[in-house]
């Protein structure tokens, strides 16, 4: 795993999988794949039925737990797991058409793991924003492939508050590739892939797991799109350091860019 500094410091450039440093003061260089992959996002449309086609849902009931929500309260709230989770339970009871959904590039105060903090200059720097979109769901809900990809990490994270199960996959097109990545799974269904194997568009990925071994979160899935992966292997940030939001965003589009789901951002939160 590498482990970056600030964005201030560096960007990269991508070369067949070769990265290359460059100084740039937020006078940041796109990732070359960037256009080419919101170019084809905009001629895509997936439903929340091929990701989760158990559920037989296509709209989202959006969910809010940023610094500035009034819903569940603070951290000692959100990390409380029988009171979260009955909230989302009468959250849903209230919409049941509906997937709870929502988080991207939301800052939250809810990480307390020491797996977000760093040390710089004697001063400690948290990783608060969140990278992907998290659709709460029941545990053992099955998660499947919405469109070909090569498995390129299969791997259990213990910490807690990490990802539990998490599987990476690589999505090959014509002129370009992506990734996505699905965290908080059990671990049984996580490692059942292989490095290597093609998981076929409809075939299922993984299943949920409890907070028990989900990084003791109330159950969701962590969905994720990366246009690389860095020198990450087995893990792959989830959450990014405030200072650091620009290079993140740029090299971790929005999920919803595949989906087009209305409501599907913070600020149309409810919640």
């Given at each position: 795993m590498c482990e970056f500094s600030?964005?201030?410091?560096?960007?990269?450039?991508?070369?067949?999988?070769?990265f290359i440093a460059i100084k740039n003061n937020y006078g940041f260089l796109k990732h070359p794949n960037e256009n080419k992959f919101e170019k084809w996002a905009k001629t895509q449309h997936f439903s929340l039925i091929?990701?989760?086609?158990?559920?037989?849902?296509?709209?989202?009931?959006?969910?809010?737990?940023?610094?500035?929500?009034?819903?569940?309260?603070g951290e000692e709230e959100f990390n409380n797991l029988p009171f979260f989770e009955e909230k989302i339970e009468k959250l849903q009871a209230e919409n049941p058409d509906k997937i709870i959904a929502g988080g991207y590039l939301e800052k939250r105060a809810l990480y307390t793991s020491s797996l977000f903090v760093r040390k710089i200059n004697d001063?400690?720097?948290?990783?608060?924003?969140?990278?992907?979109i998290d659709f709460w769901l029941p545990k053992n809900t099955p998660i499947h492939a919405i469109i070909e990809g090569e498995v390129v990490c299969a791997s259990v994270d213990l910490e807690h508050k990490g990802y539990g199960g998490l599987v990476i996959l690589k999505h090959t097109l014509e002129n370009?590739?992506?990734?996505?990545?699905?965290?908080?799974l059990s671990v049984k269904s996580a490692l059942k892939n292989v490095i290597g194997d093609v998981i076929k568009k409809g075939e299922k990925i993984a299943e949920l797991g409890d907070a028990n071994e989900n990084g003791d979160w109330v159950p969701h899935l962590h969905f994720q799109i990366m246009l690389t992966l860095l020198e990450y292997q087995n893990d792959f940030p989830g959450v990014a350091f405030e200072s650091e939001i620009e290079f993140w965003k740029n090299v971790c589009p929005n999920p919803n860019l595949l989906f087009k789901l209305e409501g599907l951002s913070s600020k149309n939160s409810a919640f």
């Open positions: 600030t964005l201030s410091y560096f960007y990269f450039m991508e070369q067949q999988e070769n091929e990701l989760f086609p158990t559920i037989h849902k296509t709209a989202i009931c959006p969910l809010d737990v940023s610094i500035n929500s009034t819903w569940i309260g001063e400690f720097d948290r990783r608060n924003t969140h990278l992907g370009f590739h992506f990734y996505s990545l699905y965290g908080h």
